[in-house]
């Protein structure tokens, strides 16, 4: 059912009266806009740290499972030449 037809079957109605239908279809269609264009500006902020979780989840378990003790993990963070055993 579109938007006219459901104002034109409502302007009978008691609380109807009160309300101000006048420009009630342009008011959603701007909801309805500015709602889809709020998610599509959002969407790359999303994006980004929907990555940068899974980026740290990845490394996390790379690391658990490259490294045979945690000391030889964390040594392996530094270059050869800074180490100190």
Not at 11 to 21: K, P, T
Request: glycine letters at 4%.
């Amino acid at each position: 059912m579109r938007g006219p037809e459901m104002l034109s079957k409502l302007q009978g109605s008691h609380l109807v009266e009160h309300m101000d239908l006048s420009n009630l279809t342009a008011r959603l269609q701007s909801g309805a806009r500015d709602s889809a264009s709020y998610v599509l500006v959002s969407l790359p902020d999303w994006a980004s740290r929907f990555f940068d979780i899974l980026t740290c989840i990845i490394l996390t378990f790379y690391f658990m499972l490259e490294a045979s003790s945690p000391t030889t993990g964390s040594f392996s963070l530094f270059a050869a030449p800074t180490r100190r055993a």
